[in-house]
């Protein structure tokens, strides 16, 4: 079946330094991928999100790259601070051009050292 | 603007009972999403919908969930005779639209089952 699925479960990073958390789409079909913050108590915040015809996609101190050919994602984190400590997600659409209609991955914490 | 607003934010029920949650989208946002996250999990697709198009039910897990949109405005999420394994957070997500538009989420209804 589909799935999306994180690499590692937790990440520790100190702060100041860049973040890198991978995930793993197996849907060829998506056209949309999407990273997602989560703190506790919290609904998911929108970070950033990409299309299938572009392999990266820069914001506010992150950059989402994404790998078609190996099913790659990637969430890049410039200059990680405390406050970025939280869960991410990626998602992915299911190839239906629909934003909305994600299948999500199992996340992984983000720990930020001061 | 005001964000997607859900109450209320936590909810315990008797095995049996029905429960309704209520989900306030962002003002003039046409596609509205119910997911369901349980505990330590990514987030699962339930229900969606569009405009005055009739909703797509695929997610739903049971007959026993139901979902209305009145108005084309606030959503109601329903569950008949409550299970432990309800047990989750039920998150409300917006869009402006289907396509183009990432999901903007409120904070989520915590419902307990006992």
């Known amino acids: 079946g589909e799935s999306v699925g994180l690499h590692l479960p937790t990440l520790s990073v100190q702060e100041g330094d860049n973040s890198i958390i991978n995930c793993a789409y197996s849907n060829s079909a998506s056209d949309y991928f999407i990273w997602y913050k989560q703190e506790s108590g919290k609904g998911p915040q929108f970070i950033i999100d990409i299309r299938s015809n572009m392999d990266k996609r820069q914001g506010q101190r992150v950059t989402v790259l994404l790998n078609k050919t190996v099913k790659h994602l990637s969430l890049q984190i410039a200059a990680t601070q405390p406050g970025d400590s939280a869960v991410y997600f990626c998602a992915e659409n299911m190839g239906s051009g629909n934003t909305g209609k994600l299948i999500f991955g199992q996340g992984t914490t983000l720990q930020v050292k001061p | ?114």
């Open chain 2, 1 to 114: 603007g005001a964000g997607v607003s859900q109450s209320p934010s936590n909810k315990v029920t008797e095995k049996g009972k029905d429960v309704e949650l209520r989900c306030d989208p962002i003002s003039g946002h046409t596609a509205l999403y119910w997911y369901r996250q349980s505990l330590g999990q990514g987030l699962e697709f339930l229900i969606y919908f569009q405009g005055n198009s009739a909703p797509d039910k695929s997610g739903l897990p049971s007959d026993r969930f139901s979902a209305e949109r009145t108005g084309g405005s606030v959503s109601t999420l329903t569950i008949q005779r409550t299970q432990q394994e309800d047990s989750a957070v039920y998150l409300c997500a917006s869009s402006s639209g289907p396509v183009n538009s990432p999901l903007h989420f409120g904070n989520g209804t915590r419902l307990t089952v006992t």
